[in-house]
């Protein structure tokens, strides 16, 4: 990344400086990038005209007022088209010195190779907000109003807004029948005999309506639409609703002397240029001295990481001291009177007609047109099928196709991805050993299906690393981050743990005589791993917060547990010898693992944000690392070694002929599981010791078992005698 940016300071310095279209006059000063490809003759989109009038009206009241006199803030705004505008754009605010930034307005949220760019130029980013709680209660008051309280169907791009509605509509006895989340997926054949509304912007709403067969024979229809981003649709079909924000007609160029356009979008950019203002003037207060130079206290003093402070619409009315105008923040709800009655720019809003008001402050409707009257919907006068429908919540997905994914660029990623790679290749060759003697059929210790679980699981641990190398930043590819490390330890985890519990019962004389079950160990792993599963459905839905430090070690704390659980069964398994002695490799790999969750999760909780995804992956390497080298390739050495003294000795001639049970024990040279009741077999040897017989011909032994065979002549006294005491007792088998 470090390279990336001297490379880009290096080329950015030989070219010219780019220009402002819009610039205020004062220092310190405030910079406005909006991404926009337009040449001179096409119109300002609604939602950046607005942004670029509240934030000169705001920072010309905030001089106005004086907050930081004598110091006066000033206002650049700057019109971008590709990533390398961006670049050029911000390093040439960072190389001038006449102005000093306090930092960069965007309109949206920037992807992480810009922001990781702006903040290593010390330059703060902050993208206007977006926030749909008043247009959602415009829209339900609306529904009341005009009777649509049972069986809605809502449209909307994200689901943040579907569930928005639906806590905002419960209340106000709303029957939600149907939820659809399209995202950027048009819904093509929707049905509108019952009432819907569609959120949408406006060139969402210009396909949707355009898709739609209904709408074209259709004389009645009830249906709502409330454009996101505040500009008004065009084309929209008769008998139609919408709702519209304080609007100003379309132009070519930035507004510069235009009133104030009273909206949420207008407290929302404000909100950023008071935060600036506020840190600015409790930095002065208690840093700056009134000797000193404002301007040169803050260049040498000011840290630009500062946090934000909390601002609700009606205090931001009244730092700005514009009281008075509160009754003129607004959603004006208008009906489709006329299709054939297009719009123009000109004279925009000539097919509408206007028949409620919403006032964001207040929190009324104000009816407008006597066409209507106000309603009010309670628990009385709802049907059965509509509480039925409240108590339910309905959300069905149109998933957008997969977007062009590409490689973030910083060094870090590929050496994980060129671990991970190498990591997946040597689990990869293991499971085709292992299944090449499965089909030979050779001789095995233990049951190979855990091996080759286990060996899926560090693969997975491995592929983690994928989704952190992705430049895409999404809700669905935030989810796959957080699956993919919560259930990736926890189906490692759940398999050794499951191993080792039995093998620290089954090494005892009292335990299984032995024999581990599979079915056992299997739902064993099962359970531990669903614990993890159903911990991990907390994060639908609010994903974003869940990488937070404290969330995320919360999110993780059954993982650490289970290590932990690992770890106390060390001791208890260490000397097993079974299965190519893994109670010893699986205390080293417990024990190294450990010491990497010590190493990785600190680090995690303690560095800087830009570090936070590099310990995530280190983490993840670390892990799979450790189960590859501590447990699979001894492993894999001690099986080969195995086969091949196995194929050594089965081609020599046996030398003697086994006589007993003892012999056989005594001469196999095949390892046997060091469980199995050795006393018993040994207590035959001394039972064989304690045997005595009266006559004993040529030295031979006596039988192991019972004594030789009595003449039957009466006058010879042969017996066999036994110990009258014996102390090594056989107590079972």
């Not at 993919?484 to 189906?491: K, W």
Request: aromatic content about 12%.
């Amino acid at each position: 990344m470090y390279l990336g940016v001297i490379v880009t300071v290096f080329i950015f310095a030989k070219t010219q400086a780019v220009s402002p279209v819009i610039e205020v006059e004062g220092d310190p000063a405030i910079a406005i990038v909006l991404e926009n490809c337009r040449n001179n003759t096409q119109v300002i989109p609604y939602r950046k005209q607005s942004i670029v009038s509240t934030a000169i009206w705001t920072t010309d009241r905030i001089n106005f007022l004086e907050y930081l006199a004598p110091m006066k803030i000033g206002l650049k705004v700057f019109e971008t088209c590709t990533t390398n505008d961006h670049f050029k754009t911000v390093f040439d605010l960072y190389n001038q010195n006449e102005t000093y930034y306090l930092g960069i307005i965007t309109e949206k949220k920037l992807n992480e190779r810009l922001l990781k760019f702006d903040d290593l130029l010390d330059l703060r980013t902050v993208p206007v907000s977006t926030h749909y709680h008043f247009l959602i209660k415009a829209a339900i008051k609306s529904l009341i109003i005009l009777g649509w309280t049972e069986n809605v169907s809502i449209l909307a791009p994200d689901e943040s807004i579907v569930s928005e509605f639906y806590k905002l509509s419960k209340p106000a006895f709303v029957c939600i029948k149907q939820c659809i989340v399209y995202e950027n997926i048009c819904p093509i054949g929707f049905n509108g005999t019952t009432p819907f509304i569609f959120f949408g912007n406006i060139e969402q709403i210009d396909q949707f309506v355009k898709s739609q067969e209904f709408f074209l024979y259709a004389e009645n229809f009830n249906g709502l639409f409330v454009p996101l981003d505040e500009s008004v649709p065009q084309d929209l079909p008769d008998n139609s609703f919408v709702i519209i924000p304080p609007y100003h007609p379309a132009s070519t160029k930035f507004k510069t002397s235009e009133n104030i356009l009273p909206s949420s979008l207008f407290l929302s950019t404000a909100k950023i240029i008071l935060t600036f203002s506020k840190n600015i003037e409790n930095f002065i207060e208690k840093q700056c001295n009134d000797t000193s130079y404002k301007v040169n206290c803050l260049r040498n003093k000011f840290d630009k990481k500062y946090g934000p402070i909390l601002m609700t619409p009606q205090s931001i009315v009244e730092i700005l001291k514009i009281e008075p105008l509160m009754p003129n923040f607004i959603y004006d709800i208008y009906k489709v009177e006329n299709i054939t009655a297009l719009s123009t720019r000109n004279n925009f809003l000539q097919p509408f007609t206007k028949i409620f008001s919403y006032n964001i402050f207040y929190d009324n409707l104000t009816i407008i047109d006597q066409r209507f009257e106000e309603g009010n919907t309670t628990l009385e006068n709802i049907s059965g099928n509509c509480l039925h429908l409240i108590s339910e919540k309905r959300f069905n997905f149109l998933f957008k196709p997969i977007p062009n994914l590409s490689f973030r660029t910083e060094a870090w990623v590929y050496a994980f991805l060129s671990l991970s790679l190498l990591g997946v290749l040597f689990c990869m060759s293991i499971i085709i050993f292992l299944l090449v003697c499965i089909c030979r059929r050779d001789i095995l210790e233990g049951n190979p299906i855990l091996t080759i679980f286990l060996l899926v699981a560090i693969m997975v641990l491995f592929c983690s690393v994928l989704p952190f190398s992705l430049d895409e930043i999404n809700n669905s590819l935030c989810l796959v981050k957080s699956l993919s490390i919560t259930l990736g330890y926890a189906s490692v985890f759940s398999l050794l743990l499951s191993r080792c519990i039995l093998l620290a019962t089954a090494s005892k004389e009292i335990g299984f005589m032995s024999h581990i079950a599979g079915s056992v160990q299997a739902f064993l792993s099962l359970f531990i791993f669903g614990v993890q599963a159903a911990l991990s459905l907390q994060l639908i839905g609010k994903c974003a917060s869940i990488f937070a430090r404290a969330s995320f070690i919360y999110l993780m704390s059954y993982n650490i547990m289970l290590l932990m659980l690992l770890i106390c069964l060390c001791p208890l398994i260490y000397k097993c010898e079974r299965n190519y002695k893994e109670g010893k490799y699986f205390c080293v790999t417990i024990l190294s693992t450990g010491l990497v969750w010590m190493l990785w999760l600190p680090l995690y909780m303690f560095l800087d944000e830009i570090w936070a995804e590099p310990m995530l992956c280190l983490g993840l390497i670390g892990t799979a690392g450790v189960f590859l080298g501590a447990i699979f390739i001894p492993r894999t050495y001690l099986m080969t070694i195995a086969a091949a003294k196995n194929k050594i000795t089965s081609t020599l001639p046996s030398m003697n002929t086994a006589n007993s049970i003892v012999d056989i024990y005594r001469t196999n040279t095949q390892p046997i599981y060091d469980c199995v009741n050795v006393a018993a077999i040994n207590a035959v040897t001394v039972a064989r010791a304690g045997v005595t017989c009266g006559t004993q011909q040529n030295g031979q032994q006596p039988d192991l078992y019972s004594c030789p065979a009595l003449p039957e002549n009466e006058d010879l006294d042969f017996r066999c005698d036994t110990p009258t005491h014996n102390d090594d007792k056989i107590t079972r088998f």
